[in-house]
């Protein structure tokens, strides 16, 4: 927390929080250094870690006996099904569930305004070997999210944000870019919060692109006046725990 602006805010979200029954504390007490913060908000954890490298092997074991066809270029609705079609292949399906959410519009004109690409990038660094004022597996966020870090271990971190150093924020871009810009930054703007941790070497860098619903809220659900057709996307960086009970939910739906 680093202005009252947001000391204010944070307390008004703790109290949401608890009477939600959801542990949250506030904080004065810092990490050494970090005279920029006022203080912090700690919310406990509300879900498991999940390790996404065991998740991927172990749905693309669950997905080996179902037959998969490539990407998908086309989609015509027919009088009583759906002909899917990709590179040399055609399937029908009666229902369509669209959950690549970079395609939708494509499918889906009409929701290109609703579905907003954006652009971001992280770096994987290490400290000079002093360790992180962070618990191994903490999700740190501050300046209203604009920064990010995940605490990977006592001396290494995946940090992110800074979108705001790119055109339009990094909203409506067509392709993943990394920016220098925002790659020298990110590593200042750390420092500039925590000093006694400051972070030496890169190890690894990459730019993506996610999509972001135009009112912040998952797009989740049939698809109005397009019987047949669902939608689940728009988690809000979220995806790898509400994927799974969007999923759940329209299966209900569905079945």
């Not at 009477?19 to 203080?39: E, I, R």
């Not at 770096?123 to 191994?136: A, C, E, N, V």
């Not at 605490?151 to 290494?156: A, C, F, L, V």
């Not at 659900?221 to 669902?230: C, N, R």
Request: include cysteine; glycine fraction near 8%; charge should be negative.
């Amino acid at each position: 927390i680093e202005t009252q602006d947001e000391f204010v805010e944070c307390t008004k979200a703790i109290d949401q929080l608890k009477q939600a029954g959801f542990p949250s504390d506030l904080t004065t007490a810092l990490p050494v250094g970090a005279q920029a913060l006022l203080g912090q908000q700690i919310d406990e954890p509300k879900a498991a870690v999940l390790d996404s490298r065991k998740l991927l092997e172990h749905v693309r074991a669950l997905t080996k006996t179902p037959d998969r066809i490539g990407r998908i270029i086309a989609l015509q609705r027919e009088s009583q099904h759906f002909t899917l079609t990709s590179t040399g292949t055609q399937i029908t399906a009666e229902i369509i569930i669209l959950a690549n959410h970079l395609e939708i519009p494509k499918f889906l004109p009409g929701l290109e305004a609703v579905l907003v690409s954006t652009q971001d990038q992280w770096l994987r660094m290490k400290t000079d070997g002093r360790p992180l004022p962070f618990p191994t597996g903490s999700l740190v966020t501050w300046r209203h999210g604009h920064y990010w870090a995940h605490i990977e271990s006592p001396t290494q971190l995946c940090l992110g944000g800074a979108r705001f150093l790119r055109p339009l924020a990094g909203f409506e871009a067509k392709d993943p870019e990394l920016s220098e810009k925002v790659s020298s930054h990110l590593p200042e703007a750390w420092r500039k919060y925590f000093p006694s941790a400051p972070l030496a070497e890169i190890v690894d860098q990459k730019a993506g692109l996610d999509i972001r619903p135009c009112d912040e809220i998952p797009v989740i659900g049939p698809m109005y006046g397009e019987s047949g057709i669902f939608l689940a996307a728009g988690y809000m960086g979220q995806g790898l725990s509400l994927g799974f009970k969007a999923v759940e939910s329209l299966a209900i739906i569905v079945l």
